[in-house]
């Protein structure tokens, strides 16, 4: 059963990171069309991730409050109201408050959905059950901009967010029959804040935030925005080639994490993850070292394989701290902290690029990685802390 419940997991945030990929490559073109500012276009960017980063803490605590499939099904139920909202949107703010509805819902579905994950699994096994559900996201991932897309050449750019209300709406629907509830901690909210509170004050909790933090920086600054500007202004890269490129870190990403899924049980999560953040900082630092598209390519196969290997110890190890109760806490805060990152990174590296200085953007994003391995010596194997269900 508790495999069963996993891949229902995996399936569901796979096809709502489909949706929310889906509209990834028409979303500017169509805020466009209401005859915007390139400025305007991008801030449909910034509000879905000032939205998820509003809700990620409160979709944890409500999680512990109300349970997490409630929560799930809440957020699911979200993303079609705005999925069906940007579609018929009559003007350019409507279409801003769908995005922000939007990633409100995928802030709440999210967390909580990794909550339950975390509630379910045996801890001896966790960084599997990880791996499964980033399977999931990556797939997601994979397929969404194409066949996002091919609907818009099917029918208009409002075509693929009506794909994305019903995907909502499956996933809803997917949430209420084939996931079994945990009873909720029936604790009141105050109770849930207090608990909340005091994840803060461990230590662990504030070094895994660090790390979330600088995966994201990365993830968002030296990867989706840095290295298109570098490839194009500097290597002299076509759109197709940079795609290229940024597609193979993202296969070779995916066939990697179920291998690290199952290291990171075997091994420890310690080891694992400051092996991969060291990796994943000079992969970064090498993106600005090159200037073909062969070498850039080997490259992003390198980086790939350094961030699959460093993605599934932090979260797998907030599982293992999460206190009975207080797992969507302990997984709010978490992805709070990446989507900090997921803002910050982009102003960041913006910012140096406008500089000039490509190479030192990868390297600081790369430095910022270091910093969190270096934290990451200074607590311990959080694996050995086994929880309910352990053997």
């Not at 799930?72 to 069906?84: D, F, K």
């Not at 499956?170 to 909210?189: E, F, K, M, Y």
Request: hydrophobic share 55%.
């Amino acid at each position: 059963m508790q495999g069963h419940q996993e891949w229902v997991l995996a399936t569901a945030v796979g096809l709502v990171m489909t949706g929310a990929s889906l509209v990834a490559p028409i979303l500017p073109l169509y805020a466009l069309e209401f005859g915007v500012s390139y400025t305007a276009a991008g801030a449909l960017i910034t509000g879905f991730a000032v939205a998820r980063l509003s809700f990620d803490m409160l979709g944890g605590v409500a999680g512990d409050r109300f349970g997490a499939r409630r929560v799930t099904m809440s957020g699911a139920i979200l993303i079609a109201v705005a999925g069906v909202t940007a579609a018929l949107a009559p003007s350019y703010w409507v279409l801003l408050l769908s995005r922000f509805i939007e990633g409100v819902g995928s802030a709440l579905f999210t967390t909580a959905a990794f909550q339950f994950l975390v509630q379910i699994t045996e801890r001896s096994r966790l960084g599997r059950a990880t791996a499964l559900f980033q399977t999931g996201m990556l797939v997601g991932f994979a397929i969404g901009p194409f066949a996002g897309g091919y609907l818009a050449e099917l029918g208009d750019f409002r075509t693929p967010f009506w794909a994305y209300a019903a995907f909502g709406v499956l996933v809803a629907v997917i949430s209420r029959l084939l996931i079994t509830d945990v009873p909720s901690s029936g604790r009141t909210i105050g109770e849930v804040f207090r608990a909340a509170g005091s994840l803060l004050r461990k230590r662990e909790i504030r070094v895994l935030a660090l790390v979330a933090f600088a995966l994201f920086v990365m993830r968002s600054g030296a990867r989706i925005t840095l290295f298109p500007l570098y490839g194009n202004k500097v290597v002299g890269l076509d759109p197709a080639s940079i795609g290229t490129i940024l597609s193979v870190s993202a296969v070779v990403n995916l066939l990697v994490v179920n291998f690290v899924g199952r290291m990171v049980d075997r091994v420890g999560r310690k080891p694992v993850a400051i092996w991969g953040l060291v990796a994943s900082a000079f992969a970064t630092a090498a993106y600005g070292m090159f200037g073909t598209f062969t070498s850039l390519m080997v490259v992003s196969a390198v980086f790939g394989i350094a961030s699959g290997v460093a993605s599934i110890p932090p979260p797998t190890m907030v599982g293992d701290l999460a206190p009975e109760g207080s797992e969507g806490s302990a997984v709010g805060l978490y992805k709070m902290a990446g989507d900090l990152g997921f803002v910050v990174g982009p102003l960041m590296v913006g910012a140096i690029a406008d500089a000039g200085a490509f190479s030192i953007g990868f390297a600081a994003s790369g430095a910022i990685l270091l910093v969190a391995a270096g934290a990451m010596l200074t607590i311990g194997e959080t694996g050995r802390k086994l929880g309910k269900g352990s053997s």
